[in-house]
């Protein structure tokens, strides 16, 4: 039973007196690392004096793990490149006794052999850095520039009151709450109308996915073409020549509501003219990817819910209503999720089709926000607080969704 | 009859609507390509252009044999001792001659290609003929021209439109880019600008190099720790494999300046490392191929078993060809992915060189100006490989999205 985890264990020494090494390099942690040096060099051989008992013993075993134990025990003072070693003590050892090994340690070698470079990647590229970028949020102004003290929560607090973080967030959610529905919306009726046993359907689908697969930057550059305030496409058939779509702040709902007398301003103007065409791009984007998942989910429903409903004498119309968008719902909620996390960050298109976040930052969301913090301003501390607080964000959002909307969501077909 | 009716008229409403949002969907591409051959006159119009001058056959004609005069049919260029000949009519030939010339660039002193060709203007038929002869050493890849015609002269027409007309006191001014343009020369004169005047080769480059490294290696490391996950009983595989759920839930941007940090510390900022390593491993594939492994029945592997394969052995001869339509799903998101972002590679390249497609096309934005022919024409090449990619394995695109959605 121990033996099993022999092996796991030996490869995961190895990996992390690696990454140990590998960080000491570059100063990232500062950590009391001679201790961890120094744990890591002991526990080498004494990890490899447990595992030459507990092993089958073989001439390559015992080599196999006399090479782990110097290789681990010389740990601080090899350089760099010779950190595979221990690794290929362990692979030694594995070989000299496999033949005596049972089942179940071969499996546990494996995987872990398997996994280890996927776990190691997500370790130094996903998970470390999301715990160090909590940290750096707590510093006052860290850049690696000027000098830098701890202030706790000073970021966040900052960011409560920053009238730029609340702007962005309100950009934010109205683009959110305008762009994922309408997406969902349209695709869904594109999806059923492509649906309807038409001839030429390859035809229709090619032409709405096709703007999935272009990237967003040139089709933010066609698109801020389009909405050229003098020579713009969309101007002439609007006949509205001279409005620049991409430099007017006021906001839709304040322009909707002001012929009758209504005047609203801040939050509830609502997103800018300018966000709006470029939640109109978006939406364009992304439709044929909702289209393509949508008509999967609707060629998943079963034929025979269609002929009972028929028997029963619905129409088209109650057809849709009461077969067909219960039971897409899983497909609708997926790509509520998808797209709430995906809107919640958007950049490109903003950033090419505004560089400077708008005419009076009408346009800005929180993802260029970070972007302008972080990368203009060498302020990563304060970066990170907002990444900080949008993941929260993100997070809470998600899980609000799920606890609202699950429970109308039908899985059963 | 009136159900019949009633079908009909719905059929014709789905068509009808259908289209109608296909119209909308394919526009934008349609006015990318259009304008990416429209001259900047052409382009800066009020009313739209529907069909510029330079896709219409007939022009293409005459650009063909300018070409050819001048050097080539295809490329065009003015080569040493060629003679090239446009010709122009004009309503009233008697209201004066032409004035022609070969712009120099602004605020050079010298410009071989404007010195060296010389320009004769003959009467012809119902006209005139422009005679431009290279009497120099040097080759030139284009040959702009500037013409004018009296206004007394009435209706002009050029053999070959030209790219402007402007009103100068008593002439009309005739801008040409270039005369000996050849086919493609006139076709894609926008493209060849573009091209020339930013390092695309170069962004092309940089684009397929990490896209591609990025799926090679994204496969290797994703199959690996699927097929580990999905066949292979080793202890701590649900601990490990909850870490990877829980990654999930990690926003990109939140990574954005830890990760820089990390490259920085690394030196690795404006290198390829920076592009492609924060990538490599991606629980999307992950799981997708988890998914794909799941599926195969375990009499396979068991059998592999019992023949003495190893895992390695099992994992590489039968899991991975059995797997091949999820390897391309997870392949054509990773390239897509890879291909079209634009924030990471921003962040972490600064030098030109290192520049990805989409970066580099982002900066011409910005350079360009209001140059919207040249502008359409770069976007339309960064574009293009996606395009044709995804009209020749239209299938596995499509699949593979909806396969993503379906759990």
């Known amino acids: 039973m121990v033996r099993t985890y022999v092996f796991p264990g030996l490869l995961a020494l190895a990996v992390f007196s690696g ?131 701890f202030v706790g929560l000073l970021n966040y607090e900052i960011l409560w009151r920053d009238p730029l973080f609340w702007r962005a967030l309100s950009n934010t959610f109205w683009y959110v709450v305008l762009t994922v529905p309408t997406g969902i919306l349209l695709g869904t009726v594109v999806a059923v109308l492509l649906n309807e046993r038409i001839r030429g359907l390859g035809l229709y689908r090619t032409i ?67 966000f709006t065409a470029i939640m109109i791009m978006t939406v364009w984007h992304f439709l044929g990817y909702n289209v393509v998942i949508l008509l999967a989910g609707l060629q998943s429903i079963p034929a025979q819910y269609y002929e009972a409903a028929e028997l029963d004498g619905a129409g088209w119309w109650q057809m849709q209503l009461y077969v067909t968008w219960p039971l897409l719902s899983p497909t609708t909620f997926f790509l509520a999720i998808i797209g709430l996390i995906g809107a919640f960050q958007v950049f490109t298109q903003v950033y090419v089709m505004t560089p400077t976040g708008g005419v009076l930052n009408d346009t800005l969301t929180v993802a260029m926000y970070l972007y302008n913090k972080g990368f203009r301003d060498s302020d990563f501390s304060y970066a990170s607080a907002l990444a900080v607080t949008m993941f929260v964000i993100i997070l809470a959002l998600t899980l609000v969704q799920r606890r609202v909307l699950e429970r109308r969501v039908t899985y059963e077909h | ?18 289209s109608a949002g296909a119209v909308v969907m394919a526009f934008p591409f349609y006015w990318m390509i259009a304008t990416s051959v429209k001259s900047p006159q052409e382009a800066q119009q009020a009313a739209p252009i529907w069909f510029p001058e330079r896709i219409q056959p007939a022009n293409w004609r005459t650009a063909w044999r300018l070409g050819a005069q001048g050097d080539r049919p295809w490329w065009g260029g003015f080569a040493p001792g060629r003679t090239v000949t446009l010709r122009l009519r004009v309503e009233d030939p008697d209201a004066g001659p032409l004035r022609a010339r070969v712009p120099k660039p602004p605020a050079v002193f010298s ?9 004769r203007i003959e009467a012809a038929n119902g006209g005139w003929e422009i005679v431009l002869e290279n009497t120099g050493t040097q080759r030139f890849t284009t040959l702009p021209l500037v013409v004018w015609i009296p206004k007394d002269a009435g209706k002009f027409r050029a053999e070959l439109p030209p790219d402007a007309v402007r ?102 900022l404006d290198t390829f490392y920076a ?133």
């Open chain 2, 111 to 119: 410009d071989p290609r404007s010195e060296s060709t010389r320009i």
């Open chain 1, 208 to 274: 709405y996915f096709l703007p999935y697969i272009t990237a967003l930057t040139a089709a933010a550059a066609v698109w801020q073409w389009i909405y050229h305030p003098e020579f713009g496409f969309l101007n002439w058939l609007l006949g509205t020549p001279g409005l620049d779509w991409l430099h007017t702040p006021d906001g839709i709902f304040a322009l909707a509501l002001a012929p009758l007398g209504i005047q609203l301003s801040g939050f509830w103007a609502g997103p800018s003219v300018a």
């Open chain 1, 19 to 149: 990454l140990l090494h590998l960080s000491t390099q570059f100063e990232i942690v500062r950590a009391p690392m001679g201790a961890l040096f120094l744990a890591f060099a002991l526990a080498g051989p004494v990890a490899a004096y447990l595992a030459a008992r507990l092993l089958p013993a073989g001439a390559w075993t015992r080599l196999g793990l006399a090479l782990f134990a110097a290789g681990m025990a010389a740990g601080f003072w090899i350089p760099p490149a010779l950190d595979w070693l221990p690794l290929a003590g362990v692979f030694l050892a594995y070989a000299g006794s496999r033949a005596r090994l049972p089942e179940r340690d071969a499996a546990a070698f494996w995987g872990w052999v398997f996994v280890w470079p996927a776990l190691a990647l997500m370790l130094i590229w996903n998970i470390f850095p999301s715990f160090f970028a909590l940290w750096i949020s707590l510093f006052d102004r860290f850049n690696y520039i000027g000098e830098s003290r």
């Open chain 2, 167 to 268: 009103s100068q006191r008593g002439f009309w001014r005739l801008e040409w880019v270039n005369v000996t343009p050849g086919l493609f020369g006139y076709l894609f004169h926008n493209y060849r600008e573009a091209w020339h005047a930013a390092p695309f080769a170069r962004y092309f480059f940089v684009s397929f190099f990490t896209a591609g490294t990025q799926v090679l290696g994204g496969l290797l490391i994703a199959t690996m720790a699927a097929f580990a996950f999905a066949r292979i009983r080793f202890p701590g595989r649900e601990a490990v494999f909850l870490l990877f759920v829980a990654t999930m839930m990690i926003p990109g941007e939140v990574l954005l300046i830890p990760n820089y940090i990390l490259l920085a510390k690394l030196d690795w």
């Open chain 2, 1 to 18: 009859m009136n159900t019949r009716l009633r079908h009909l008229l719905g059929r014709v409403i789905i068509y009808a609507l259908l």
């Open chain 2, 275 to 407: 592009l492609i390593v924060p990538w490599l491993a991606s629980v999307f594939g992950l799981f997708l191929l988890r998914q794909f492994f799941l599926s195969l029945p375990q009499d396979l592997f068991d059998a592999a078993r019992i023949d003495g394969a190893s895992y390695w052995g099992m994992l590489w001869r039968i899991a991975f060809p059995l797997a091949v339509p999820g390897l391309v799903t997870y392949g054509i998101f990773a390239f897509l992915g890879a291909y079209n972002a634009l924030l990471w590679p921003l962040i972490v390249t600064q030098s030109p060189e290192m520049r990805t497609i989409q970066v580099g096309l982002q900066a011409f934005i910005g350079e360009a100006g209001s140059d919207y022919g040249q502008l359409m024409a770069a976007s339309t090449m960064a574009i293009l490989p996606i395009v044709l990619g995804y009209f020749f394995a239209q299938r596995h695109f499509i699949q593979g999205i909806a396969r993503s959605g379906i759990k």
